[in-house]
């Protein structure tokens, strides 16, 4: 009965394309979800499932023991690269980032836009731009600034609530250091993949772009006789990045946003959350990268102001508690249970939890900037550095403030105080709080009712981050089954199912696979942007010579 209104209602909306598709989404999700609302149904996937996650999880996690502490080879490559692209780009995380901010506002379009390649038998060498006219040959379907920020919706999120007060809770006040340190080596990685994210990029016959790791893998090793090695390559991560773009970038987001409303209202459906969503999520990636960018430049600057405004109220507030605050942070760095804190601590659980806070060296967001309209890759590289600088150097770093300030103040928990879960325990009452209930306590304890508006946040921060990771895991599924219509309405509709099953379920196992599948990214990524760096170099000198910057 209810599949024979549903085709009623679908042949009375032939003329409305955008209706029709979210009511077939909505029919082709019904018959599977009824399943999610029942909890034998989870058990029997967990128990089936759990090994098969815990073997994956054990493969990509294996750590090796360093001074006495076991750190995951994965962390370890992470850490090298980004510190060998610091050294090997001259620090031009900090060197350019003046450079990189003028970029994003568009102080640069005019030459972004233009060609000013020397043509054959050209009288005035270098190109004369004002001869060229505005936006000829140039691809793309995004700005610098709407790239940047549909990048940034997949990094700002529950890494930076629950992930950064998790390693503050483990490692002490000492664990900001070590963050920042990450934020700004993460930096020059990010410059090194979103540049042959868009070198390396493909136009469709309707200008649609294709880019990431999965293109300049296969293109850019090939150039490098190393066809066969690229391709496996681009295989590996393209299965990676469908897999984590069903967890760690849909189900953990939907299923953590559900919690939290549920948290502070006692709406106790996650089935209804989930559908709602969903079709939130489904009226936006129904257009794409360009309705993407467009609604990320207006909800990334929003939650950002709205939620680093209120850490900046609590430290004014607490201004004289501040000296104390970094005295606790410089006599903390060297602790050995600071370096579990701000290495392990924030890099795996935070950033595991949050799909990597800011995916420096995972590969995903240069298939966000491989969209952005220009003539020079290295001008989206520059850009894209910034982005490690917001989400960690910034908006990390001010959480962590708020915490250990208020933890001077009101005395709230004892750092590495834990139960077996990594739960804080709260001093004088026994409770057993995970990372997003600490920041609320921590903001709550100084700005009353301030979970509100963190329940609002996370719940941006979960809605934009499923946007963008829709469009990482479909250039990714589209990679590996073509670039017709039926695989992109394939890919959409499994998307939006994961959502409200992600919301209504607790399948801990399947999640923790997908958010393995986020870390496995890193191998094949890694040696792509090693071997071919010296095509980043040889583009950034292009475009800063384009610019007129003079190296001081």
């Not at 090298?80 to 692209?85: E, I, K, P, R, V």
């Not at 709407?146 to 890494?159: E, H, I, K, P, R």
């Not at 966000?368 to 894209?384: C, D, L, Y």
Request: overall charge neutral.
């Amino acid at each position: 009965m209810l599949v024979k209104q549903f085709g009623t209602l679908t042949k009375t909306l032939t003329y409305f394309p955008m209706k029709r598709y979210l009511l077939s989404v909505v029919a082709l999700m019904l018959p599977f979800l009824t399943f999610a609302q029942e909890q034998s149904i989870d058990e029997a996937i967990e128990a089936k499932f759990k090994p098969f996650a815990t073997a994956v999880s054990g493969f990509v996690f294996y750590a090796v023991p360093i001074a006495g502490k076991h750190v995951p080879i994965v962390l370890i490559i992470l850490l090298l690269g980004a510190l060998f692209f610091t050294l090997y780009f001259k620090f031009a995380n900090v060197r350019l980032l003046g450079v990189a901010i003028k970029a994003t506002k568009g102080t640069y379009d005019a030459i972004d836009y233009n060609s000013v390649d020397v043509a054959a038998g050209d009288s005035t060498p270098g190109g004369d731009i004002l001869e060229t006219p505005k936006n000829e040959g140039v691809i793309g379907e995004v700005t610098h600034f709407q790239a940047l920020t549909a990048a940034l919706s997949a990094t700002v999120g529950l890494g930076n609530i629950a992930g950064v007060a998790v390693a503050i809770a483990i490692g002490g006040p000492g664990a900001t250091f070590w963050m920042i340190l990450a934020g700004f080596l993460g930096m020059s990685t990010k410059l090194v993949e979103a540049t042959l994210g868009v070198k390396y990029r493909e136009v469709g016959p309707d200008g649609k772009i294709y880019g990431g790791p999965m293109y300049y893998l296969k293109k850019g090793l090939e150039e490098k006789n190393l066809g066969g090695l690229g391709k496996v390559l681009a295989l590996l991560f393209a299965v990676f990045v469908v897999g984590g773009s069903f967890g760690g970038g849909n189900m953990f987001q939907a299923n953590q946003a559900a919690a939290q409303f549920k948290l502070l209202t006692g709406f106790d459906s996650g089935f209804v959350f989930g559908i709602i969503m969903a079709v939130l999520v489904a009226v936006v990636i129904i257009g794409g990268i360009q309705r993407i960018g467009k609604v990320t430049e207006k909800i990334v600057p929003f939650m950002g102001i709205m939620y680093v405004g209120a850490a900046l109220v609590i430290i004014v507030m607490n201004i004289t508690a501040i000296p104390e605050a970094l005295g606790q942070i410089w006599t903390g760095v060297f602790e050995s249970n600071t370096l579990l804190g701000g290495f392990i601590g924030v890099m795996i659980v935070g950033f595991q939890r949050a799909a990597f806070s800011n995916e420096a060296g995972v590969g995903s967001a240069s298939i966000a900037h491989a969209a952005v309209k220009t003539r020079f890759p290295a001008s989206e590289g520059i850009v894209a550095s910034i982005g490690p600088f917001v989400d960690t150097v910034v908006i990390c770093t001010m959480t962590a403030l708020v915490i250990i300030i208020t933890n001077i103040k009101s005395n709230l928990f004892e750092y590495a105080n834990l139960d077996a879960g990594k739960n804080v325990i709260m001093n004088g009452t026994g409770k057993h709080l995970g990372g997003v209930d600490l920041t609320s306590v921590a903001f709550d304890s100084v700005i009353p009712n301030f979970s509100i508006l963190l329940t609002i946040a996370v719940i941006l921060f979960a809605f934009s981050t499923m946007l963008s990771w829709s469009y990482y895991g479909l250039q990714g599924w589209k990679y590996l089954f073509g670039k017709g219509k039926a695989a992109d309405m394939a890919y959409k509709i499994l998307f939006l199912v994961f959502v409200v099953v992600g919301a209504s379920s607790s399948l801990n196992s399947v999640i923790d696979f997908s958010d393995a599948m986020i870390f496995a990214m890193v191998f094949p990524n890694i040696i792509g942007l090693v071997i071919l760096m010296p095509k980043v170099k040889d583009e950034l000198e292009r475009y800063l010579t384009a610019v007129g910057y003079k190296a001081k």
